[in-house]
Every structure is written in C-alpha cells, then in structure tokens.
C-alpha cells in the first residue's frame, strides 16, 4: 500500500510541476520590461488628469447604459495616457475612461503574453476550483515529509527481526518474519530513493532462501547487512555517501554470493538462482 501510494505521489508531482513551472516562468514575464501589461511601474502627471474619480463612474454608467456595480476604480497609465480602470457589472470585461477626454471604451483584450501570465501565474486556468487546487497542492507538499520516515520504520522492522532471532535464535516465526522484512525492503527501497539498501536487501533475502542452515550462517554476514541498511537509510540525504553506499551493498551482495556458493557446491538447483544477475536495480 505504502508503494502504491509513493508511487501515486510521484505522479502526482509530476502533474503538479506542469502548473508550477508555468507559475515560475510567469514570474520571469512579469520581471522582463514590457512583456506583461501592468508590468511596469510609470508616474502619472497629475495636471493631465482633468476627469474627476465621480465623473469618471459617471461616464462608465452612461456608456454602459445603466448603474454599473463598481467593484474598483483604478487610476493607471496606459499606452502613455492616464485612464481609469473601472471593474464590476461588466462580467469578465472592464471599461478604460480616459483620464484626460472622458472617452470610454471596453478594456480590450490582454496579449497572448499577458493572458499566459494571469492564468499561470493566479490559476485562472482551474476556474471554480482554484481554491480547491491550491489546498490540495498543499496538503501534497505536507504529505510528501511522511515518506522521509517510511523506509526508517522499515529498517527498525528489519532491526527488531534480527534481534528477536539474536534472543531466541532462528525458528519458523523469527525466519519469517525476518526475510519478510528484508523482502519489504527489496521491493520498496528502490522506490522511495534508496536503490542501495535494496541492493543490500536483496543480498539478504538470498542469504535466508540458500542457507542449507541459516543457524551456520556466520552472524556477522547477517549483522552486515542489517547495519549496511541501517547506514544506508540513515545517511541518504548526505551527498558524498551515495557511492559509499552502492560500493557497500555491492560487497556485501560479492561476500554473500561467495559464501552461498561455497556451502551449495553440492546443491545445483540452488547455484542456478545463486549465479543469476539480480533483479534490484543499483545505483
């Protein structure tokens, strides 16, 4: 389940970073001169403004031919002249009124620049459900700590395997429970971002299915790799350990592998899986 849902996540990211790098990119629009409309900072020359604020909603009233709901009235220049913005009543439209003549037009329409900026940039692009986006990009970005500590549970579960065996030695139970963990490790580490620790895994796992006595097992071939794993999950987020890791689970797998076959050379059926390449994908 833990897999299915990483794996889920990872998509998910990948869906998610489509909007994100279209926010980011919008971002260098706006900051480069003249590309976004709006995204440049001019001083208005207060003797060219000869339309008040009121006669300026009037003029907006009678060029749409009723009492326009204003939600914002907005004094800014505009291809060099000052105007009023007057938002409200006009649907998704808004109404220019020259500052200086009183003339009234629709705003017209934004560039192709200028429409990329405000549907990236805000979302525009989800309509009704841009708040619901924005609270579940969110609750992604929290969600994503929680895998941090799912392969440190893991390899706890594989420690706390190995010590009910160091105590009560290998029965069916512990054996069990034991290449179940190591198995878990194998199948998921690599997912989660830590393709050593399966490598290490798997090496374990072949240990417990060749043994012909996982009790003449020398214990300290069993410790390495609990230890390896160990090591492994808890210095991942250290650069300069990753190759020290995959040279680690590579020795291990090369001393497993010489010890199995040295205690199978009279076990043929064993030697076949022995000698085959492993499935885990390294480093």
Known sequence: MRKFIYRAHVWLALIVAIPVLAWTSSG??????????GGKIESIDATRIHVSPSDALLKANEFAGKKLPITALTLLMREGRPVYQAIGGMGADSLLIDAESGAVIKTPPPTALTRYFRQ??????????QVTLLIGLSALAGLSGEFKNWMGIEADRLSSAHAAILTDGFTNSTRE??????????????TFGYPSAAVTAESLCRIIEHA???DEVPSDLIAHHINAIQAIVRERTKLDTASTAGELSRKLRGVADEYLMHVNRDRPEHLEAILAPSIVPGE
């Not at 429970?177 to 690599?190: N, P, Q, S, V, Y």
């Open 28 to 37: 260098l629009l706006y900051a480069w001169p003249n590309a976004v409309e």
């Open 120 to 129: 990236a940039h805000f979302y525009f692009f989800a309509g009704s459900w």
């Open 177 to 190: 429970e034991l290449f179940r963990a190591a198995h878990d490790i194998k199948g998921d580490a690599a």
């Open 212 to 214: 012909p006595q996982l």
